[in-house]
């Protein structure tokens, strides 16, 4: 098992940034693909970026594409959430997730994830 812990949320003026960081412990980091998901007050909590076994491969949905970065720190049994040029849409909990496989092809399918952390909220004001 794996147990995540999420830090990094807070208010921030639209346009902004700010990094999530997710701490894993437990045993065999490297075995979990790892994915950060959201929900917004009224709506289903939804993947948003994901991130295979060893880091080779990312996922990203739409909404956020080309504005956040997800990347992993084996060493550091870490996994970070870099979010820039932030809207006001982009508010909700976020949660770190951890589905262990090192199966490539299912690391985005965010039904297969099944450790979480407790999450973390991020306020973005217009």
């Known amino acids: 098992q794996v147990q995540l812990v999420e830090s990094g949320g807070g208010l921030v003026q639209a346009g902004g940034s700010l990094r999530l960081s997710c701490l894993a412990s437990?045993?065999?980091?490297?075995?979990?693909?790892m994915g950060w998901f959201r929900q917004a007050p009224g709506k289903e909590r939804d993947l948003i970026a994901a991130?295979?076994?060893?880091?080779?491969?990312?996922y990203y949905a739409d909404s956020v594409k080309g504005r956040f970065t997800i990347s992993r720190d084996g060493a550091k049994n870490a996994v970070y959430l870099q979010m820039n040029s932030l809207k006001p849409e982009d508010t909700a909990v976020y949660y770190c997730?951890?589905?262990?496989?090192?199966?490539?092809?299912?690391?985005?399918?965010?039904?297969?994830?099944?450790?979480w952390g407790q999450g973390t909220q991020v306020t973005v004001s217009s």
């Open positions: 997730a951890a589905h262990q496989s090192r199966n490539s092809n299912t690391y985005s399918q965010g039904w297969r994830y099944d450790y």
């Open positions: 991130i295979n076994w060893s880091g080779s491969r990312s």
């Open positions: 437990g045993r065999s980091f490297n075995s979990y693909a």
